[in-house]
């Protein structure tokens, strides 16, 4: 069984329709992207799997639970953790306090110290920043803290909402090599990105996504293979 | 507990605070424990207000949950002949209704900031108006006058002696304090920093947004109407100027942020001092300059959210400890 599947999800604004059908599926340890251009439908996906806004139809399902329409704070509490678009860090909380954050909800809670080591050891940088400002960071050490402040909340799956977005491309080389660090803790990601090439070297598969429907999907050395995706975003 | 120096100065001034209403003060007493027991409730009322505005929930409308308590409660005892204690329940109780009208919508549309704070001062300008528009059984802009029980009595809490209201202020005030501590020790303090930081982000790690926001107004509200309760029965006269719409409800904003939103005393320090002002300046210029107070406030709030966010207390106490940077407010 999956980790987390959707079937058929149909999802969208008022009237306005930004999914159609969108099955999808992420094995456990596995990282999968969500490409595409802009208007896809992309941010839309994560925001029904992250339980902002419930699917119309379809269903949605993490280690056998059903959380289509759960809101938030269940998602997270199953083990969901998300890194959204632009960080989104307490920036007049210090480094510890976003950390602690991250640990909100009991379960987290709980484990906080063994978390905070774990996240210290991963990225020793922060560790060394404790007592500053999120919002004095540099860019590089907001996007560990981000990504800190997800894993702080132990979880099973961690979906990255564009982590390139507005970042220098030297930046974007390093925020790679924050995840990928991340992913060789092993755990399971699903990654919503518009820097296709940098993304199928990370991954293991991934989704193509067009008008908000899947277009293609399969393993990411196949995908950045096939001539259409390279002429039309990879560039090559 | 240990005996720590701020400790032991802290004991000793409630203990001059408790006693002040045996030293014999000739002629003044009954002024200087008048003024001293307005300061009491409507630091309580500050302290109330701050619980919202110190996580950038910045309502420019309390005035609606003081007029909804103080009048609910004086009409209920005026019609009815209903004891404040049940009145008074019944009082809270509907400020925790229009707490619940106006910040539930706000909190699901997502209306914040400086929308939020103009949600508020029309709201606080609603009950000013409903008011004065119930003329037949709220007096309109004249006011009402609480009617007075045959003598002094626990059941129609009226008391002719200042001295009763004294310690009745003085606990309500000490059970501000106690409400603010216990916030600011919680989980829930930390989950309102970060909604109010950014409430993407506090969903994001799991902080149920519209309940701590829902909760947090309701409990504000909740001790507003209160304040407003205890000032009622106090005054025994309530009147829509005093306690209801935008005058009142900036009056309370501006003690607090003179005094320090973020910090115990923060609203106590404001409230007395702004007390303080408005009495001399209504001793030394009489009737001759009317708005006088309310132009020095004018400036002073002006000057204090530009170059002092954090109030007169906050920013003392912060030179005091250094150890953790006051946090700066919301530019709401």
Not at chain 2, 186 to 194: D, H, L
Not at chain 2, 215 to 237: E, F, K, N, P
Not at chain 2, 270 to 280: K, V
């Given at each position: 069984m999956s980790m987390l599947e959707l079937r058929t999800v149909t999802a969208g604004y008022g009237q306005f329709t930004a999914l159609w059908d969108v099955s999808l599926a992420v094995e456990r340890g596995e990282a999968v992207a969500v490409v595409g251009p802009n208007g896809a439908g992309k941010t839309t996906l994560l925001r029904v799997i992250s339980g902002v806004i419930p699917p119309r139809h379809g269903d949605l399902v993490f280690e056998g639970a059903s959380l289509a329409g759960r809101p938030a704070h269940e998602v997270v509490a199953h083990g969901i953790a998300h890194v959204p678009e632009g960080r989104r860090l307490f920036p007049k909380l210090t480094v510890a306090e976003n950390l602690k954050m991250g640990a909100f909800l009991p379960r987290a809670r709980k484990a906080y110290r063994e978390s905070l080591e774990r996240v210290s050891a991963l990225f020793p940088a922060l560790a060394e920043r404790q007592k500053q400002r999120a919002g004095s960071l540099s860019g590089g050490e907001q996007q560990m803290l981000a990504i800190g402040r997800a894993l702080m909340s132990r979880p099973q799956l961690i979906l990255f909402d564009e982590p390139s977005m507005g970042l220098a491309p030297v930046m974007v080389l390093r925020l790679f090599d924050l995840i990928r660090r991340v992913r060789e803790e092993g755990y399971t990601m699903l990654i919503v990105e518009q820097n296709v090439r940098q993304v199928l070297k990370l991954v293991d598969r991934a989704y193509l996504l067009e008008v908000g429907r899947v277009r293609m999907e399969g393993r990411a050395a196949e995908l950045s293979e096939q001539d259409f995706v390279r002429k039309a975003y990879v560039g090559l | 507990m240990t005996v720590t120096p701020a400790r032991a100065a802290g004991a000793v001034l409630l203990a001059l605070i408790a006693l002040a209403p045996l030293v014999p003060m000739a002629g003044m007493k009954q002024y200087v424990l008048h003024v001293v027991i307005q300061i009491f409730v409507w630091s309580f009322i500050g302290q109330a207000w701050s619980l919202m505005g110190r996580f950038g929930l910045v309502s420019l409308g309390h005035g609606a949950f003081l007029g909804v308590g103080a009048y609910a409660v004086v009409l209920l005892w005026n019609f009815y002949g209903l004891t404040p204690w049940v009145g008074g329940a019944a009082a809270i109780a509907l400020s925790v209704v229009v707490a619940l009208v106006v910040a539930y919508?706000?909190?699901?549309?997502?209306?914040?900031?400086?929308?939020?704070?103009?949600?508020?001062?029309?709201?606080?300008?609603?009950?000013?108006?409903?008011?004065?528009?119930?003329?037949?059984?709220?007096?309109?802009?004249?006011?009402?006058?609480?009617?007075?029980?045959?003598?002094?009595?626990?059941?129609?809490?009226?008391?002719?002696?200042?001295?009763?209201?004294?310690?009745?202020?003085?606990?309500?005030?000490?059970?501000?304090?106690?409400?603010?501590?216990?916030?600011?020790?919680?989980?829930?303090?930390?989950?309102?920093?970060?909604?109010?930081?950014?409430?993407?982000?506090?969903?994001?790690?799991?902080?149920?947004?519209?309940?701590?926001?829902?909760?947090?107004?309701?409990?504000?509200?909740?001790?507003?109407?209160?304040?407003?309760?205890?000032?009622?029965?106090?005054?025994?006269?309530?009147?829509?100027?005093?306690?209801?719409?935008?005058?009142?409800?900036?009056?309370?904003?501006?003690?607090?942020?003179?005094?320090?939103?973020?910090?115990?005393?923060?609203p106590t320090?404001?409230?007395?001092?702004?007390?303080?002002?408005?009495?001399?300046?209504?001793?030394v210029f009489g009737v001759k300059f009317i708005g006088m107070a309310e132009t020095i406030y004018g400036l002073l709030l002006v000057i204090f959210i530009i170059f002092l966010p954090a109030g007169i207390y906050g920013s003392l106490a912060a030179l005091v400890r250094r150890r953790r940077p006051a946090p700066v407010p919301a530019t709401a």
């Open positions: - | 919508p706000c909190s699901r549309f997502g209306i914040i900031g400086h929308y939020f704070a103009l949600v508020t001062l029309a709201v606080g300008e609603v009950v000013r108006l409903l008011i004065i528009a119930e003329r037949d059984w709220t007096g309109g802009s004249l006011g009402v006058t609480l009617k007075a029980a045959s003598d002094a009595s626990l059941v129609a809490m009226q008391y002719a002696d200042k001295r009763v209201w004294y310690y009745a202020g003085l606990g309500l005030w000490l059970f501000g304090l106690w409400v603010w501590a216990r916030l600011d020790r919680s989980m829930a303090r930390a989950a309102m920093e970060a909604i109010g930081e950014d409430e993407t982000a506090a969903a994001c790690v799991g902080v149920r947004v519209t309940r701590f926001k829902l909760r947090i107004t309701v409990l504000s509200a909740a001790l507003t109407a209160l304040g407003g309760i205890a000032y009622a029965q106090y005054i025994t006269y309530v009147n829509p100027e005093t306690l209801a719409g935008i005058g009142v409800s900036l009056r309370i904003v501006f003690a607090v942020v003179l005094g320090g939103m973020y910090s115990l005393l923060g320090v404001g409230t007395a001092l702004t007390i303080a002002l408005s009495e001399w300046l209504r001793i």
